[in-house]
């Protein structure tokens, strides 16, 4: 099994970062517009579609709007891993912006080093987009 764990400040309020992320349908437009080119919902499972042709079936978890956390499986898509579990969370940063934290624990190991890729190229356009986000704590 590998694990992954990926950590970004962000110039934003958690409450406004939280509000992007929990809005688990809506990928493509607030979280990770370009590097997601599309989402959509079938039940409790969203089908991801990446700009590099990727698709991921993903199946939500949980939604902790306490701990303002997103817990989500791959079940299916265009990968294949035996097993799959990622969650994101937002913390409030010691300067008030938000901390997001990423993890991803997938088997085979080999899948690791794509997926790791992944997340990398994912976290920057996240930190961009959501720097870039209407902070509303300032309205």
Do not use: C
Not at 27 to 37: D, E, N, S
Not at 49 to 57: C, D, I, K
Not at 65 to 80: I, K, M, Q, T, W
Not at 96 to 122: C, H, N, Q, Y
């Amino acid at each position: 099994m590998a694990h992954i764990h990926k950590e970004f400040l962000i110039d934003n309020s958690p409450e406004n970062v939280w509000e992007a992320l929990r809005d688990v349908g809506a990928v493509h437009r607030r979280l990770a517009p370009g590097f997601v080119t599309d989402t959509r919902m079938e039940a409790d499972t969203r089908i991801v579609t990446f700009a590099n042709g990727f698709v991921a079936h993903e199946l939500i978890v949980d939604i902790d709007d306490a701990a303002r956390r997103v817990a989500y499986a791959v079940v299916g898509g265009s990968l294949a891993p035996k097993h799959h579990h990622a969650s994101m969370q937002v913390l409030t940063a010691t300067d008030g912006g938000s901390r997001f934290v990423w993890t991803v624990d997938v088997t085979p190991g080999e899948l690791a080093d794509s997926i790791r890729e992944m997340v990398e190229k994912g976290a920057h356009v996240m930190q961009d987009a959501l720097t870039a986000a209407p902070d509303r704590t300032d309205s």
